[in-house]
């Protein structure tokens, strides 16, 4: 099994991933761009596909992130965030 920083993050919560620094973009766009070059064949992997998806999950959530990294992000809207959600902002993971 692989592991890089973006697998070892996934058992953090959102918000210590959010504190520390901006999502990769770039090594995730890398990933993305690599998982396309594949041959056809392992294309048809049910492990291919769960690396897609896994990667386009991730770059749909993005835009998320990144507001919620934002410097203008306040403790009253993560407050808010919580209340909307019905969760604990530690109990959120990069999952």
């Known amino acids: 099994m692989v592991t ?55 770059l749909e959530m993005l835009p998320l992130f990144q507001a919620l990294a934002h410097k203008s992000m306040r403790e009253r809207h993560w407050l808010e965030v919580m209340r909307i959600t019905g969760m604990r902002s530690d109990a959120w993971l990069l999952r």
Not at 33 to 57: F, G, M, S, V
């Open 4 to 58: 890089t920083p973006w697998a070892r993050n996934a058992k953090l919560p959102v918000a210590d991933i959010v504190a520390t620094a901006p999502p990769p973009l770039p090594q995730v766009n890398q990933y993305q761009a690599q998982c396309k070059k594949l041959p056809k064949a392992l294309r048809e992997w049910q492990a291919y596909n769960d690396c897609r998806r896994t990667i386009d999950d991730f």
